[in-house]
């Protein structure tokens, strides 16, 4: 069975951003037919991704790809030239936080997300990929 | 830029979240609520979020600065009709809010904020049974 | 090396096909095959035509490897049947006995045919078992593959059935669970209560695990999930029907189940009654049965 994916790119620049990227994404969702539960999992996923790319990417953009093949869902690429981050690992734990916040973003997108994957270093930028599937 | 209108509501304040917020928006809202719970010596806060579909970490910030705010002035603050999608997404992503009350509808939470608790907000609906 | 068994197999099959067959489905009515019922004699006579005809194509193929391509045709009415039968019920070894008791009639059959050629027939005997066993393996493979499946979707549908939500009482409403609470049926619990929870405005939730087996550290994440995700929405959750045995493993694994519990459903229900300030009083001496179908 051949796999159609549907490429959308979306700019990360400003908090109106945010807010296009989660209408965005629920449109993708919702057109894999994830259930609706699995649908806010997404968007909620991406919306502090989003914010992270915002935040502490200092502006990115996030590909979001809907997938239709033997499997269906939707696939999410935040990418940005930030200062990337040291510790992933300390990073992923939740609590942790640069700026003020309950710092939950990256554990809390990978907790939501069946697949998760990030590469970061010090001066080379974030690049992190999220997937949801039916 | 828009604000979301605050309604006062007897001795509480009303909020209805009926948009997608960006961020600015929200913090706007927090700014206006404490300035609103000290001028009108308000005991409640009761903020609507059943057309939310999404709460998200920033969001969810949100509600709690409100409600720690609220209580050191005083005041109780109670969130009430969360959709069971974002409920669930929520406990998922981490965050259980336990510094809100929470109620199933802006009825009862208004009871439990005049009567300061659930027995109230059962009296409220009881049909003198 | 290998005579050609494979053309010896499909010379058998050419000259001999009725006679195989016959044979064939002699011996597996012996074996019993046919007592369960499951199948009828006329039916199992049409599947080994069938078997023979393709084993005959495969044959011709001109090897016995069985991952050729001219075996398909076989290796798929073989997987085909297996399926189907895995899902009727039929046990392993009335599959496996299928292809099995082939291999006796071949080597009967060829025997037969080349009486003075002892050596040709030693390998030609050889190859063929190897490729029936081939044949029976991959036949007791898929019907492996299809119970797995079936007890699968079993499992899910017993997930689904074993979440009914109870209206206990005006706005207390109550959750037998039963059985494992793993995270894909916690998450099926959580959408049924939370739905519930809106459906009959309950402010009460009573979860009595008196038929979960064990609660160990990770079931009672999950119910301590469901129980932030009804709070979260207004509801006030107890948990019901701890066990003595389970109590002790919880101390034991250092498990904290963080929310009001009690020993049962009846206590739970007592409780919730009281936090909404309401009591169960006798209006009237109670009536028999009989009298109070008359009332």
Redesign the interface.
Known sequence: MPTTTVSERLEIRSSDDVVRVRQRVRAAAVATGLSLVDQTKVVTAASELARNTLDHGGGGRVDIDTVEGVRKGVVLVFSDEGKGIKDIDTALRDGYTTGGGLGLGLGGAKRLSNEFAIESAPGKGTRIRIARWK | MDRIPILKLGNALLVTIQV?????LATALEEDLTARIVSAGARGVLIDISAL??????I??MLDNIAAVSRILDADTV??G?R??????????????TGVK????VE??MSMISGRG??A???ADDDGE | MAPDAHKAIAELLASQEDHVLREWLRQLKEDGTLDSGRIRENEQAVQCTQILRQLRQGAQGGTVDLSNAAYEPLRDTLADLSRSRALQGFTPRETAMLVLSLKEVLFDALARQHPDDATFLAKATNQIGLLLDRLGLHTMEVFQQSREELIVRQQQEISELSTPVIKLWDRVLALPLIGTLDSQRTQVVMENLLESIVQQGAEIAIIDITGVPTVDTLTAQHLLKTVAAARLMGADCIISGIRPQIAQTMVHLGVELTVVSKATLADAFALALARQGRAVVKVRPAAPAADAART
Do not use: Q
């Not at chain 2, 929470?102 to 509808?105: D, H, M, W």
């Open positions: 997608d917020m960006h961020d600015r579909e999404v709460v998200d970490s920033f969810g910030r969130v009430v969360m069971p999608a974002v409920a669930i997404t929520l406990v998922e992503l981490g965050l259980s809010l929470t109620a199933l509808n009862r939470g659930r027995l907000a059962l009296d």
